[in-house]
């Protein structure tokens, strides 16, 4: 089945710092890749969706400038959480589905818990 | 904004059917309605999805009213691995891969020995 694979699974960084946060497709190719952030105790809120060669389509209310998305190729979205503070600390979840395979939704990774110090 | 209404929490013994609750009164014809499950601190898996028949698989059963406007999760023998966030999704399945998922609060199923 569909595999998605997010890495790194946990970081640790100083303010101000910032942070990459990979999501590949393993086994198919996603044209479009979906990022969320879970608080503690909440439901996963989508941040912004990631299309393969164009621009990502930011959420209301999500800095487009401090959460630089960048989708160069089909297998491969990247979420950099640029200038950390405390208050982005947090689990971040990327998501796909292949076009071509709609039988099962969406794959989702296993999350990175990002922690700002 | 989540289209779907779920109670908070659910308590299941263990082995017994764990039968999970959601309503949906504004689905759309060509809306599907979704079922994916969140162990704590881990990424949401899918469990199963249907329109309007009623579908089964190895991990669940979905049962969908005939107005489609509700639909039943039942997990047949609920073990501990189970406890989790059961969350109901309605969405467009289609070729386009571009149709977000929007998550609602879901329920929190707790399986007890």
């Known amino acids: 089945g569909a595999v998605v694979s997010q890495h790194p699974s946990r970081v640790i960084c100083k303010s101000g710092t910032s942070v990459k946060i990979e999501c590949r497709s393993l086994d198919f190719q996603a044209t479009t890749m979906f990022w969320y952030r879970q608080f503690p105790k909440q439901s996963l809120m989508l941040m912004a969706t990631s299309n393969e060669g164009s621009k990502a389509t930011y959420e209301q209310g999500v800095e487009k400038d401090k959460f630089l998305i960048n989708h160069a190729s089909l297998t491969l979205s990247t979420l950099t959480v640029t200038s950390a503070h405390p208050e982005d600390s947090s689990f971040y979840i990327c998501?796909?589905?292949?076009?071509?395979?709609?039988?099962?939704?969406?794959?989702f990774g296993s999350g990175t818990r990002l922690t700002v110090v | 904004d989540a289209k779907t209404t779920q109670p908070t929490s659910m308590d299941c013994a263990e082995g017994r059917a764990a039968n999970l609750p959601c309503n949906h009164s504004?689905?759309?014809?060509?809306?599907?309605v979704y079922w994916y499950r969140q162990i704590h601190s881990q990424g949401p898996q899918y469990i199963i999805h249907?329109?309007?028949n009623n579908e089964t698989n190895e991990m669940a059963s979905l049962i969908i009213t005939e107005d489609r406007k509700s639909s039943t999760l039942i997990l047949p023998h609920a073990t501990l691995r189970d406890t989790a966030v059961y969350y109901c999704i309605v969405n467009i399945l289609s070729g386009g891969s571009n149709y977000k998922l929007t998550f609602g609060k879901g329920t929190l199923l707790t399986v007890n020995p």
């Open positions: 998501s796909a589905r292949s076009a071509d395979r709609v039988t099962f939704g969406y794959t």
């Open positions: 249907g329109l309007k």
């Open positions: 504004t689905i759309s014809g060509n809306e599907y």
